[in-house]
T-cell receptor, first 115, second 112 residues
Framework: NAGVMQNPRHLVRRRGQEARLRCSPM?????VYWYRQLPEEGLKFMVY????????ESGMPKERFSAEFPKEGPSILRIQQVVRGDSAAYFC?????????????FGPGTRLTVT | AQTVTQSQPEMSVQEAETVTLSCTYD???????LFWYKQPPSRQMILVIR??????QNATENRFSVNFQKAAKSFSLKISDSQLGDAAMYFC?????????FGKGTRLHILP
């Protein structure tokens, strides 16, 4: 059973460009979470999605950031007009519908560098 | 609001010795989950151990154990017989509902 997949692992964007980060949850998992990790910091919650629904986006910046989890395909975190402060590691996690253990399984992360 | 505090930014331990990483949290809830995650240089987040708040018994996973003090809102991690592969950032985390809140981490160095 493959784990949570994220791609790309590394992404370099110039200021003003768009960044698209992809996350494929573990097989059978229908809940996806995005977290951001700034250098020397812990992970900070951004958004929680189920298929075709945003459940909690309380951690998302109000502008330039959006997330989706379509019926088919991976979840996408999109950052428009990136700025240097967006440079960070972005982690995706998934959990199964029953969430018995309340455990989230993390992907390897995407490191975004804005030049 | 829930917060998680790790007061030790860095710690070192001699190989084969025991080390304890501290964590305190703040919540008004009675039902929640606590975790310790390990993040090696690869940056992959690895779950080390999990504790359900309603369980009084401290969780144990091989060389890793916790000291969960619910009234004190304390959740420390003990690593016994430390190994070089234990060197990593360790994050204490709290979960209720669908959000995990992480502490800032403790960087653990293992001295050969």
């Amino acid at each position: 059973n493959a784990g949570v997949m994220q791609n790309p692992r590394h992404l370099v964007r110039r200021r003003g460009q768009e960044a698209r980060l992809r996350c494929s949850p573990m097989k059978g998992h229908s809940h996806v979470y995005w977290y951001r990790q700034l250098p020397e910091e812990g992970l900070k919650f951004m958004v929680y999605l189920q298929k075709e629904n945003i459940i909690d986006e309380s951690g998302m910046p109000k502008e330039r950031f959006s997330a989706e989890f379509p019926k088919e395909g991976p979840s996408i975190l999109r950052i428009q007009q990136v700025v240097r402060g967006d440079s960070a590691a972005y982690f995706c996690a998934s959990s199964p519908p029953e969430r018995v253990t309340y455990e989230q399984y993390f992907g390897p992360g995407t490191r975004l560098t804005v030049t | 609001a829930q917060t998680v505090t790790q007061s030790q930014p860095e710690m070192s331990v001699q190989e084969a010795e025991t080390v304890t990483l501290s964590c305190t949290y703040d919540t008004s809830e009675s039902d929640y989950y606590l975790f310790w995650y390990k993040q090696p240089p690869s940056r992959q987040m690895i779950l080390v151990i999990r504790q359900e708040a309603y369980k009084q018994q401290n969780a144990t996973e091989n060389r890793f154990s916790v000291n969960f003090q619910k009234a004190a809102k304390s959740f420390s991690l003990k690593i016994s017989d430390s190994q070089l592969g234990d060197a990593a950032m360790y994050f204490c985390a709290y979960r209720r509902d669908d959000k995990i809140i992480f502490g800032k981490g403790t960087r653990l160095h293992i001295l050969p």
